[in-house]
């Protein structure tokens, strides 16, 4: 049993390195590339790229603090105590101080984006991450050895994590995803702004509420969810969590690309147009007939992104710019 994360620990490196047609070496250096300049925050420029991966390591403080206690195992077994019975490190004040790092991470990458734009919103975003780590300062601290009793020490977890949840959901569905431009609608304003069915909105929206409620379940002891004969373990119930963070990531991931890709609402982008990123006949400017009867432009007309390739493309615009030279060296 003491082989079982070590050989785990192996699998996953050596699917990480695995050679893939899709996810190439490039790729995976950009990765790497992007994930340094998360961690050594404020130091570099943020970009939309490292914005993202901030955020998505943000929910990543199971699986570091499963890390860390693997790493501990793996030690203390195969190194220095062959009778390993616990890990002390799980239990102190060092991983609180390992699970708050994403959270800190983004702070630092929200003061660089203020420091770079001096947009006040960047302020607020980094106030978000500050109340994160408020609520895990919160949870780490035992309150019961400062005086304090059992029913004081709840009522202060529960207010710092409705106050966090309640900061999150509100950035989340009014800033990531563009949803509720004012109170009378929820779906953004402009009908150009949507790649998914309004539907989809309210479904993300809804799942997005409860996912980010899960914390509750820290309070409630396990042996409450039980039917009779049958408990919960605490591994399933941990498990299923887990599970639910991953899927509300990934909900979360898909508006924020779709929002920010449609109206650069990050400031990313020094120009607001980009490719759309479904099959969209192109339609060219409407110019007058040349002298000959003919409507220039026609190359691009049955032109479709999705279907004519890079190549197709590039002949069709160099077709049009052509016919607008030369128009515009008779007409001159």
Request: hydrophobic share 45%; glycine share 4%.
């Amino acid at each position: 049993y003491k082989w079982y994360p070590v050989i785990m620990l192996c699998v996953n490196f050596f699917i990480l390195f695995l050679p893939s047609a899709h996810f190439r070496g490039k790729y995976r250096f950009r990765l790497v590339k992007c994930l340094a300049t998360v961690v050594t925050a404020p130091l570099f420029r943020v970009t939309f790229a490292a914005n993202v991966l901030g955020d998505v390591l943000t929910s990543f403080t199971r699986p570091i603090k499963d890390l860390v206690y693997t790493s501990c195992y793996v030690y203390n077994v195969f190194l220095t105590t062959p009778n390993f019975d616990g890990c002390a490190v799980t239990g102190s004040l060092w991983i609180w101080f390992i699970l708050v790092l994403p959270y800190w991470f983004r702070l630092c990458q929200c003061m660089r984006r203020y420091y770079d734009t001096r947009e006040f919103t960047n302020l607020l975003n980094a106030g978000k991450y500050t109340t994160g780590i408020i609520m895990s300062a919160v949870t780490a601290v035992d309150w019961s050895s400062h005086g304090f009793s059992i029913y004081t020490s709840r009522l202060l977890w529960v207010f710092f994590f409705i106050l966090a949840t309640l900061y999150m959901l509100a950035w989340d569905i009014r800033m990531d995803w563009g949803l509720m431009p004012s109170v009378e609608t929820f779906t953004r304003a402009n009908p150009q702004h949507h790649f998914y069915p309004w539907y989809y909105y309210y479904t993300f929206a809804a799942m997005n509420v409860i996912l980010r409620s899960t914390w509750a379940f820290n309070l409630i002891p396990v042996e409450s969810f039980s039917w009779g004969h049958m408990a919960v373990s605490a591994d399933i119930l941990v498990f299923c969590v887990s599970a639910g963070e991953i899927y509300r990531r990934a909900q979360w991931a898909i508006l924020r690309l779709e929002h920010e890709h449609l109206t650069n609402a990050s400031k990313y982008r020094s120009v607001l147009w980009m490719p759309p990123l479904q099959r969209a006949e192109i339609t060219p400017v409407e110019r007058p007939p040349s002298r000959s009867g003919s409507q220039d432009g026609g190359s691009l007309r049955n032109t479709r992104l999705g279907s004519a390739g890079p190549a197709a493309l590039q002949s069709a615009l160099a077709s049009d710019l052509g016919s607008a030279l030369l128009q515009a060296r008779r007409v001159s």
